[in-house]
């Protein structure tokens, strides 16, 4: 009996700044999976909330860092897919951009069955109030419904008629969803808020609507007012407020980690890709350097999978995958 499976699990990462603001790069995910795989480490699944299940959905499709590069920037960058106002009827941002960049970048007709390894997004069921584990249907769809951010863009409905939004408003963090697909070590790859976090601000300084707009119009008023978050930043930080960093039900198989931002560089650098890429890449390969020496038995499963693989049946690992699963 072979060992379980191996999983990496993104969760969304997103912290908007304002309402024509960018969400966070979550590329340093593609360099801790980079730095394992360098390890020999073999993924066999993947599972993420709203942006992270952007990025899972690339691994699951076997895409290489460059590639997700170069999608992230046409998705979040060329293409301003999240810097559209539209009239607030059914959302703050036209979403038609957006959904134009997930079909392109994941092939309009792509599903899920197709990839290369099993993908799992999570979303918000607002029609059963329950969470929706998608496993199925078209990639780019999946993605679209994970990370449908309540206000800003509009849900996306089913054939069927569910109302889906972003997974983070029940878990923002899916690890307990893959215990339940799964057994075996799990990657959990994170950028969470700090447990706590301060902010210098006067309340009775906060302008009313009248002196905000005179502020607005006039540069060197406009640097005098208070800064504090804007209405956007506050909607996600209270969207996910019920989520808690340090209670994850991890075992002792699952491995959870945090590459740091690099300093001097904001989360919304997306020109600072490089940057970022170098800083993760490094930080990662120290991270599991650092434990294994300590005996982590996740870390020690983990890169034990890569050498199960390699004990795989000569006869099977050049063969295409239909011919492997048939």
Same mark, same amino acid.
């Given at each position: 009996?072979?060992?379980?499976?191996?999983?990496?699990?993104?969760?969304?990462?997103?912290?908007?700044?304002?309402?024509?603001?960018?969400?966070?790069?979550? %590329?340093? /995910?593609?360099?801790?999976?980079?730095?394992?795989?360098?390890? &020999?480490?073999? =993924?066999?699944?993947?599972?993420?909330?709203?942006?992270?299940?952007?990025?899972?959905? $690339? =691994?699951?499709?076997? @895409?290489?860092? %460059?590639?997700?590069?170069?999608?992230?920037?046409?998705? =979040?960058?060329?293409?301003?897919?999240?810097?559209?106002?539209?009239?607030?009827?059914?959302? @703050?941002?036209?979403?038609?951009?957006?959904?134009?960049?997930?079909?392109?970048?994941?092939?309009?007709?792509?599903?899920? %069955?197709?990839? *290369?390894? !099993?993908?799992?997004?999570?979303?918000?069921?607002?029609?059963?109030?329950?969470?929706?584990?998608?496993?199925? &249907?078209?990639? *780019?769809?999946?993605?679209?419904?994970?990370?449908?951010? !309540?206000?800003?863009? #509009?849900?996306?409905?089913?054939?069927? $008629?569910?109302? @889906?939004?972003? $997974?983070?408003?029940?878990?923002?963090?899916?690890?307990?969803?893959?215990?339940?697909?799964?057994?075996?070590?799990?990657?959990?790859?994170? =950028?969470?808020?700090?447990?706590?976090?301060?902010?210098?601000?006067?309340?009775?300084?906060?302008?009313?609507?009248?002196?905000?707009?005179?502020?607005?119009?006039? #540069?060197?008023? +406009?640097?005098?007012?208070?800064?504090?978050?804007?209405?956007?930043?506050?909607?996600?930080?209270?969207?996910?407020?019920?989520?808690?960093?340090?209670?994850? !039900?991890?075992? #002792?198989?699952?491995?959870?980690?945090? !590459?740091?931002?690099?300093?001097?560089?904001?989360?919304?650098?997306?020109?600072?890709?490089?940057?970022?890429?170098?800083?993760?890449?490094?930080?990662?390969?120290?991270?599991?350097?650092?434990?294994? /020496? %300590?005996?982590?038995?996740?870390?020690?499963?983990?890169? /034990?999978?890569?050498?199960?693989?390699? +004990?795989?049946?000569?006869?099977?690992?050049?063969?295409?995958?239909?011919?492997?699963? $048939?």
């Amino acid at each position: 009996m072979g060992l379980p499976s191996e999983s990496l699990i993104l969760p969304d990462s997103t912290r908007p700044e304002d309402m024509s603001g960018e969400p966070c790069d979550n %590329e340093p /995910a593609e360099l801790d999976r980079q730095a394992f795989r360098e390890r &020999g480490a073999v =993924f066999d699944i993947f599972v993420g909330t709203s942006v992270g299940s952007a990025m899972a959905a $690339g =691994f699951a499709k076997n @895409l290489e860092a %460059e590639h997700l590069e170069r999608g992230t920037h046409e998705i =979040f960058v060329r293409s301003r897919s999240l810097r559209r106002p539209t009239w607030p009827r059914y959302s @703050l941002l036209d979403h038609k951009a957006f959904d134009r960049s997930l079909a392109e970048q994941y092939g309009a007709d792509c599903r899920i %069955e197709d990839c *290369w390894r !099993p993908f799992a997004a999570v979303a918000t069921n607002l029609s059963t109030h329950n969470l929706e584990l998608i496993r199925t &249907g078209v990639l *780019w769809q999946a993605v679209r419904a994970s990370s449908a951010i !309540p206000g800003l863009l #509009p849900p996306f409905y089913t054939p069927e $008629g569910a109302m @889906l939004v972003d $997974g983070c408003l029940i878990d923002n963090v899916p690890l307990a969803p893959m215990h339940q697909l799964k057994s075996g070590p799990n990657l959990v790859v994170h =950028f969470g808020e700090p447990a706590a976090e301060m902010f210098d601000v006067d309340y009775s300084a906060l302008p009313g609507r009248f002196e905000l707009i005179a502020a607005m119009l006039t #540069p060197f008023r +406009k640097k005098l007012l208070p800064a504090a978050p804007s209405a956007v930043n506050v909607l996600w930080r209270s969207l996910v407020a019920h989520q808690r960093y340090d209670t994850l !039900p991890a075992g #002792p198989f699952d491995a959870v980690m945090r !590459p740091p931002v690099p300093e001097g560089i904001d989360v919304t650098d997306f020109d600072l890709h490089t940057e970022i890429f170098d800083a993760s890449y490094l930080w990662a390969r120290a991270a599991i350097d650092v434990l294994e /020496a %300590e005996g982590n038995p996740a870390i020690a499963a983990i890169l /034990a999978t890569g050498t199960a693989a390699t +004990k795989r049946p000569p006869q099977l690992a050049g063969l295409p995958r239909e011919a492997r699963s $048939g």
